[in-house]
Each structure stands twice: as structure tokens, then as C-alpha cells.
């Protein structure tokens, strides 16, 4: 058993999930490092969903019966746990979606529709980044296509970092919008928030921020971020899927109009017009996912208890310890930076001239889970020129030992293919 300084006590967390016991393949256990897709579910978070379906299930906010009263409250009060895990000014600033990429949309089209001095037509432009996830390119691209914006983004260095050198090139006075990744989910990289966020201020740009493989891993405070809006998904942390949050500053909710209609986001309605409720709610129309709130509530609980901190540095001290350990399997190149400072707990790899996709299916065979692919991130790839990646990822109950089963298992698929 390998032990390193750091670490959390992964032994009594992984008693917290039991789907880290199963065995798969004639009996090999799982090692389940593919925690960038989607992270597993502590029995707080399970136990969390079953209670309240077997004791609170109503819908929230109209009824005035008592289960819609406590399914409400429970509903709300996941509210204020997300707003003080990212420290936010004020609840009504939390937004619920079903993901990250609703969110990403909410605001690429509340935009879109904006008056002034919001609103993205064919005189501003769009910056984002090369290494942006699908979600946080597509609803750009389309809005683009659909106002007129110019559409520009930042480069990429050889080890995987953004390419700053002409920032104020791209972001101009023109700019109206500036949307990236804190980490990136492909490469690992943790972006330079403050120079960005700094310039696209300078000439008046909102600044919009993709935090999903960053608020499971790391303390997330969107006051210090100093951005205008910052999403993030559940699933990633813990939550069940089917649960995103936008968070936005109060004074944008307020002007910026709603992206769907429908019951709930009301205030009045006649046959010749409505009129919105306030924030949150003017943004969440119909019956939200409220047992999936639920379980995020839980999934901060859970984390705050162990605290985001503790997470980090230990997911730091392993992912020193995975990259130290990959860069001794003969063929590996890692896709992004080779060093544990300024990088998440992804790391994507080749491995010589063996597919990603026989990489991954062989690793299966002996029960490691990874990802393979283009992770949502093609782009990346067609910068380097890799036709895709392997990517193992790690999370709090991620151990040193997994870690040295991945090498094994990588030392065997290379023995495989000869």
C-alpha cells in the first residue's frame, strides 16, 4: 500500500460509497477514475434522495398543503447551502438548471435577447478559449450565428496552457462578453482567472465562468472570482444528475430578461402579456428538479464537512504522484501541463500509437474505468493533433494504490498490443 502526506483518510470515506466495492469482470474490483464525467454518490446523498421521496415528495412553492410546505422548504433551504458554498452575496443570486451546459445556454441567451447596454448584436464580439468544453462553445457559436457577434478565442501553448500574449488583442472595446473554464476538463489546466477577468473589465466585458471541474475539487468563491456569472454542475460533486446551478450578479438578474417561460417564472399573466417574478424564480420556469436540489444539498454537506481545502490538497499530493508515475511508462505523453502546480486532477494521455478507445477497453477488462475520447473538448485535440485522449481522473476517495493499478494496467495494455 502506497501512503504519501496529505491524504485524506480515503479508507473511512470510501466506506461513505458503496459502489467502490463493487466487482466487475469475474471479480475485479473497481477502480474508478473517471470522476471528471461524473463523480459516485456517498449514502448521505442516497439516503438524502429516498427520504424524500418516501417522506416529502410534492411539488414546491404553490401548494399549501404540508408535504408541498416541507418539499419547499427543502427545495429553498438547498438554495442557501449552494449560496454559502460559493459564497454568494445573496440566495436569490442561485439559479437551479438541469447542468452546466443549460446554464452556459441560459446565459448566451439571455444575452442574445438583452437590451441595452447588454445585448450581443453584429458591432460586439465574443471571446472564449481553444480549450473550452463543447457547452461552453456551442451556445456562443450559436449566438453568434444568430446576432452577427464576432466570434474570437485565445490559443493554446505546446504544454497546455491558455496563450495570453495578445489578451489585449482580443479583448477589446468591442468585446461584450468574455466566457471561460477555470479548470479545463481535458488538459487539467487551472486558467489565470484574475489577468482575464481584469482586462475584459477594463473595456466593460461581462465575464462569464465555466467552474464545473472546479467547484467538486476546490473552494469556490465567486465574490473573488469577480466575474458576472459562474456555472457548475451537481453530478460532478457528488449530486445526483438532472441539477445545475447559475449563479449571476443581482443587478444583471434583474435586467436581463428570462430564457423560458412557463409556470412559476410568472408574476402576472394575461392573454396579452406577462409580467416576471424576481430572481431566482423569473429564471426557473416549470416544475424544477427538486428532488436533484435535494441531493445537491446533500453533496454540500458532505463536502463542506470534510472541507474543500482538505479536498484539494489531497487531490494535489495525488495527482503529483500520478503524473510522477505515468511519465515512467515508456510511450506516454500527457496531453496538457506535466507538473501538479496549476493543474487539476485530470490528466489526458497518449500512449504511443495505441488508440485511445483499445487503451480504454483494455483498462476495463481489468476493472480501471477511464475516459477516452475527445472529453467534449475536440478543439484540444485538434490543436495537438491527437486523433483523442485517455483521461484517468481523480476525486477524495481516489487512492495512491489506484493510482498504481492505472500504471499496471497501462504496462499490461502495451504488452498487449505488442
Known amino acids: 500500500m502506497t501512503t504519501l502526506p496529505g491524504l485524506l483518510d480515503t479508507e473511512a470515506i470510501r466506506k461513505d460509497f458503496p459502489i467502490l466495492d463493487r466487482l466487475v469482470h469475474d471479480g475485479k474490483k473497481i477502480v474508478y477514475l473517471d470522476n471528471a464525467?461524473?463523480?459516485?454518490?456517498?449514502?448521505?446523498?442516497?439516503?438524502?434522495?429516498?427520504?424524500?421521496?418516501?417522506?416529502?415528495?410534492?411539488?414546491?412553492?404553490?401548494?399549501?398543503?404540508?408535504?408541498?410546505?416541507?418539499?419547499?422548504?427543502?427545495?429553498?433551504?438547498?438554495?442557501?447551502?449552494?449560496?454559502?458554498?460559493?459564497?454568494?452575496?445573496?440566495?436569490?443570486?442561485?439559479?437551479?438548471?438541469?447542468?452546466?451546459?443549460?446554464?452556459?445556454?441560459?446565459?448566451?441567451?439571455?444575452?442574445?435577447?438583452?437590451?441595452?447596454?447588454?445585448?450581443?448584436?453584429?458591432?460586439?464580439?465574443?471571446?472564449?478559449?481553444?480549450?473550452?468544453?463543447?457547452?461552453?462553445?456551442v451556445p456562443w457559436q450559436l449566438l453568434s450565428q444568430r446576432t452577427g457577434a464576432k466570434l474570437k478565442w485565445f490559443g493554446l501553448t505546446d504544454d497546455g496552457r491558455l496563450d495570453l500574449s495578445n489578451i489585449d488583442e482580443i479583448i477589446t472595446e468591442k468585446t461584450k462578453v468574455v466566457s471561460f473554464v477555470l479548470v479545463s476538463n481535458i488538459l487539467g489546466t487551472i486558467n489565470p482567472v484574475e489577468q482575464i477577468v481584469r482586462r475584459?473589465?477594463?473595456?466593460?466585458a461581462?465575464?462569464?465562468?465555466?467552474?464545473?471541474?472546479?467547484?467538486?475539487?476546490?473552494?469556490?468563491?465567486?465574490?473573488?472570482?469577480?466575474?458576472?456569472?459562474?456555472?457548475?454542475?451537481?453530478?460532478?460533486?457528488?449530486?445526483?444528475?438532472?441539477i445545475?446551478?447559475?449563479?449571476?450578479?443581482?443587478?444583471?438578474?434583474?435586467?436581463?430578461?428570462?430564457?423560458?417561460?412557463?409556470?412559476?417564472?410568472?408574476?402576472?399573466?394575461?392573454?396579452?402579456?406577462?409580467?416576471?417574478?424576481?430572481?431566482?424564480?423569473?429564471?426557473?420556469?416549470?416544475?424544477?428538479?427538486?428532488?436533484?436540489?435535494v441531493g445537491l444539498g446533500a453533496a454540500v454537506d458532505y463536502l463542506t464537512s470534510i472541507g474543500m481545502d482538505k479536498i484539494q490538497q489531497h487531490e494535489h499530493v495525488l495527482t503529483e504522484y500520478a503524473v510522477k508515475r505515468?511519465?515512467?511508462?515508456?510511450?506516454?505523453?500527457?496531453?496538457?501541463?506535466?507538473?501538479?502546480?496549476?493543474?487539476?486532477?485530470a490528466i489526458s494521455f497518449t500512449l504511443g500509437d495505441i488508440h485511445p478507445h483499445d487503451v480504454g477497453q483494455v483498462l476495463d477488462e481489468q476493472g480501471i474505468?477511464?475516459?477516452?475520447?475527445?472529453?467534449?473538448?475536440?478543439?484540444?485535440?485538434?490543436?495537438?493533433?491527437?486523433?483523442?485522449?485517455?483521461?484517468?481522473s481523480f476525486y477524495l476517495y481516489s487512492t495512491p494504490d489506484e493510482v498504481d493499478a492505472l500504471v499496471a494496467g497501462l504496462e499490461h495494455v502495451r504488452d498487449f498490443f505488442g
Open 200 to 204: 475584459a473589465q477594463e473595456v466593460g
Open 206 to 242: 461581462i465575464v462569464v465562468i465555466d467552474a464545473s471541474q472546479a467547484a467538486p475539487h476546490m473552494a469556490l468563491d465567486v465574490q473573488a472570482l469577480g466575474a458576472d456569472f459562474v456555472a457548475f454542475t451537481g453530478h460532478k460533486m457528488l449530486a445526483p444528475t438532472g
Open 37 to 137: 464525467a461524473t463523480s459516485q454518490k456517498p449514502r448521505q446523498v442516497l439516503d438524502a434522495l429516498s427520504d424524500y421521496y418516501e417522506r416529502y415528495n410534492a411539488n414546491v412553492h404553490r401548494g399549501v398543503h404540508v408535504l408541498a410546505e416541507e418539499a419547499t422548504a427543502l427545495y429553498e433551504g438547498a438554495r442557501d447551502k449552494v449560496a454559502a458554498f460559493v459564497n454568494a452575496p445573496s440566495r436569490d443570486e442561485v439559479i437551479f438548471t438541469k447542468n452546466a451546459s443549460e446554464s452556459l445556454n441560459l446565459v448566451a441567451n439571455m444575452l442574445g435577447w438583452a437590451d441595452e447596454p447588454y445585448r450581443v448584436d453584429r458591432d460586439t464580439e465574443i471571446v472564449i478559449t481553444e480549450m473550452e468544453h463543447h457547452s461552453n462553445i
Open 369 to 392: 474505468a477511464v475516459r477516452v475520447g475527445h472529453h467534449c473538448a475536440r478543439p484540444v485535440c485538434l490543436r495537438y493533433g491527437i486523433p483523442a485522449t485517455t483521461r484517468a
Open 326 to 345: 505515468l511519465l515512467e511508462v515508456p510511450d506516454l505523453k500527457i496531453i496538457g501541463p506535466t507538473t501538479a502546480e496549476d493543474r487539476g486532477a
Open 244 to 293: 445545475g446551478v447559475l449563479w449571476g450578479r443581482q443587478e444583471l438578474l434583474e435586467d436581463l430578461p428570462p430564457f423560458l417561460g412557463g409556470g412559476e417564472m410568472i408574476e402576472t399573466v394575461s392573454m396579452h402579456s406577462s409580467t416576471y417574478a424576481p430572481a431566482p424564480h423569473k429564471f426557473e420556469a416549470g416544475t424544477p428538479p427538486i428532488a436533484q436540489a
